[in-house]
């Protein structure tokens, strides 16, 4: 137990008054000369025992009064630990401030980090002489070690800003108490955490490892410092939806995005820019939306018109906000002309395609020049003769026997990036053909037999849609009808490889293997064969009615397999801060170096990865619109590439204390939003808890049954 005025406790010699009181104040008895009444002498000695022990009653309450008024005086204090000391020990203190972009929400002419900054260098004038202090932020990169001294400290705190990818504060409290561990020199040990109180900042799923970490310090101080707003009001743009963001010269752009509201009723303006060759903003488009508290409306561009090449634009809100953080939003879309995809089937080869071709290149939108895929169509025995390095990806659709020299064909046109979809049907007659060494380069197996359903309870399902060819599928889980276009038959391979896509019962419809720089999938099932139909055969002849009726899960899936083939599907263009943006590189003699141009217009060179055929940028802190540039003026190349911050970096969903405590284990007076609080709770930490309010209360009772013993012993 520790005091904080240990003099005042001679303050209890005051207890002597009470008792010099009581002997002056002293009743005596009267001597009354009454002989013949005897009995009178016993009641006499019965009432003075009783007043004996009145007068002593109130001797001891008002003796315990005095010593618990001196006793309460000199403010002590208690604490059940191994770390009791005084106010002025030294301190090995780690200093964390949240830096994520929403500490730029501005209320009362400053910003949540700059509120910090001041409480921060408030707090580092309070710690004892002799501490040591670190101070960390809550960027992935953030130094943990201690300061040279108390100034460096400051300087340090005041160089902070904002990180555009920063981490949740439970993070930096881990990273923090790594550090304190591992200082043995300093018993006492504290952490104070500067931050808006958000949920994003203390996620649940970290409760477990902050707790576990902090066991590991034993006697650590933890201190929230809330520097939040506790009613925010914002405007807030989401993440931008693009239908592509690779896309045929022939096809629109449609971008989506959410617009949120938080506070009263409120309108705004949410505008589109695409930015010119000369790096200008033109404005597309212009809208103006009215929501209230808590509303979120869907925002909807469609961009039509635009030319071959890198696209680059903006989307953002109008008007003044109280974190701008998040009223803007960048994109990147490349534009290319439409994909040339060579068909070859069996003859008549215009008849076999038909449904494949529909599929991708829709008759109406070939007549309206919109469709994305530009189909030739040949005989099967043509496919020699065709020069396949003009095409963006070759279709095989029931191939009979080829030739050795075909396949090989077909897998050096893989190997140098080239795509490649077998379909297997009727015509693969002579199995071993398909089975040498040649073809077995292109397929994912050796074929093994024919499988007959013909019940028609066989039919694709989607069970997992991660691979790129059925992401499109992922925006309507559980809705594709495939029980609606049963398989009749399908190939069995002998231990097949990379499979995509399989049958209800298990076996593999769709498999990938890569060849090279390119990739080949090769479908179980044909794609021509239900033609057969319009000639009147029974429909248990034909394979399967994939792509008859209102077959739009084959033209989803069809579409999805060329721009995979063409290497367009996994192409990303937009990321978010701190990700690692790649972009693939083509051409036959790709240029080694680009020069990269950030959203603040500094340049720096950037080797490319000539084997992979990619350029890797890993400097993606900054938001904004990156360039990349290669070559001369003949030969030059553009691209780009676009960084926004993740909507969890500026969600200012607050958190409530008492959840914060109780999920992560926090001491009831570890939150405080003034100095004054921290101050009671840092006090609290140090020398133990004050008891000054429960002895004054105490007193108060005594004083009150002193008072009640009072009254009634000298009213009798």
């Known amino acids: ?285 212009e809208e103006s939306y009215e929501l209230a508290d808590d509303e979120t409306k869907p925002i909807d561009f469609l961009i039509g018109s635009l030319g071959v090449g890198t696209h680059q634009g903006i989307v953002q809100i109008t008007g003044s906000d109280a974190l701008e953080a998040d009223d803007v939003r960048y994109f990147t879309v490349e534009v290319q002309p439409a994909w040339r995809i060579l068909i070859a089937a069996p003859k008549p080869a215009q008849r076999y395609a038909l449904f494949l071709v529909q599929a991708l290149a829709p008759a109406e939108f070939r007549k309206r020049g919109r469709a994305r895929f530009d189909c030739k169509v040949v005989d099967l025995n043509q496919l020699p003769n065709e020069p396949l390095s003009d095409f963006a990806a070759v279709c095989v659709l029931d191939p009979a026997p080829l030739e050795p020299v075909v396949w090989q064909r077909l897998g050096d046109y893989a190997a140098t990036g080239g795509g490649v979809a077998v379909f297997l049907g009727r015509n693969a007659t002579k199995v071993i053909s398909f089975n040498t060494p040649e073809a077995q380069e292109l397929l994912p197996g050796k074929l093994l037999r024919q499988i007959r359903c013909p019940d028609g309870n066989t039919f694709l399902t989607l069970e997992d849609s991660q691979h790129a060819v059925l992401s499109l599928f992922r925006r309507v889980p559980g809705t594709v009808p495939w029980s609606d276009f049963p398989v009749f038959r399908y190939w069995q391979l002998e231990n097949p490889t990379g499979t995509i896509l399989r049958y209800n019962n298990g076996a593999p419809a769709l498999l990938e293997k890569p060849v090279g720089a390119g990739r080949v999938l090769t479908m179980t099932t044909p794609v021509s064969d239900a033609p057969t139909l319009i000639a009147g055969d029974s429909p248990r002849e034909t394979w399967n009615l994939l792509p008859v009726g209102e077959a739009w899960p084959f033209g989803m899936l069809m579409h999805q397999m060329m721009f995979y083939l063409a290497g367009n599907s996994e192409q990303r263009l937009n990321y978010f801060a701190g990700q690692t943006a790649t972009l693939p590189i083509g051409g036959k003699n790709p240029h080694k170096e680009y020069l990269i141009t950030t959203p603040d217009g500094l340049k720096f060179p950037q080797p490319a990865d000539t084997d992979r055929r990619e350029l890797v940028i890993a400097s993606t802190d900054q938001v904004g619109n990156y360039r990349a540039e290669a070559g001369g003026t003949e030969s030059k190349v553009e691209r780009g590439f676009s960084v926004n911050m993740a909507p969890r970096q500026t969600d200012l969903t607050r958190i409530e204390p008492d959840r914060l405590k109780d999920t992560f284990g926090l001491p009831d007076d570890c939150v405080a939003r003034t100095k004054e609080a921290l101050e009671v709770g840092v006090s609290s930490g140090r020398v133990g808890r004050k008891l000054f309010g429960p002895l004054i209360l105490m007193m108060v009772i005594i004083l009150a049954l002193e008072h009640c013993v009072a009254n009634r012993f000298y009213r009798e």
């Open 1 to 285: 137990m520790t005091f904080v005025n240990a003099s005042l406790l001679a303050g209890t010699a005051l207890v002597a008054l009470p008792i010099v009181l009581h002997l002056i104040m002293r009743r005596k008895p009267k001597l009354l000369e009454f002989p013949a009444l005897l009995f009178v002498q016993k009641r006499r000695d019965t009432n003075v025992r009783k007043l004996r022990l009145r007068h002593l009653i109130l001797l001891l309450l008002r003796a315990a009064a005095i010593a618990l008024l001196a006793f309460a005086l000199a403010r002590p204090s208690v604490k059940f630990g191994s770390m009791l000391g005084s106010q002025q020990a030294p301190v090995a203190a780690a200093v964390i401030v949240d830096t994520a972009p929403r500490m730029e929400y501005r209320h009362g002419n400053e910003t949540r980090l700059q509120a910090a900054k001041k409480m921060g260098n408030w707090l580092l004038a309070q710690l004892p002489p002799d501490s040591k202090i670190a101070v960390i932020d809550t960027g992935p990169r953030s130094p943990n070690d201690f300061q040279a001294d108390r100034l460096a400290a400051k300087q340090q705190l005041n160089r902070l800003g904002p990180i555009s990818d920063a981490q949740p504060v439970t993070r930096a409290v881990e990273k923090a108490l790594r550090r304190l561990a591992d200082s043995n020199d300093i018993d006492r040990k504290e952490v104070y955490i500067f931050t808006d109180l958000t949920e994003r900042a203390w996620p649940g799923e970290d409760a477990a490892t902050f707790q576990a970490r902090i066991g590991e310090v034993p006697g650590v101080g933890i201190y929230v410092i809330d520097v939040g707003v506790e009613d925010p009001t914002d405007f807030a743009l989401g993440e931008l939806r693009l239908s592509e963001q690779v896309l045929s010269s022939r096809s629109p752009l449609e971008i989506q995005a959410e617009l949120r509201r938080i506070g009263p009723k409120d309108s705004r303006v949410v505008e589109l820019f695409l930015i010119d060759e000369d790096g200008n903003k033109q404005k597309r488009y």
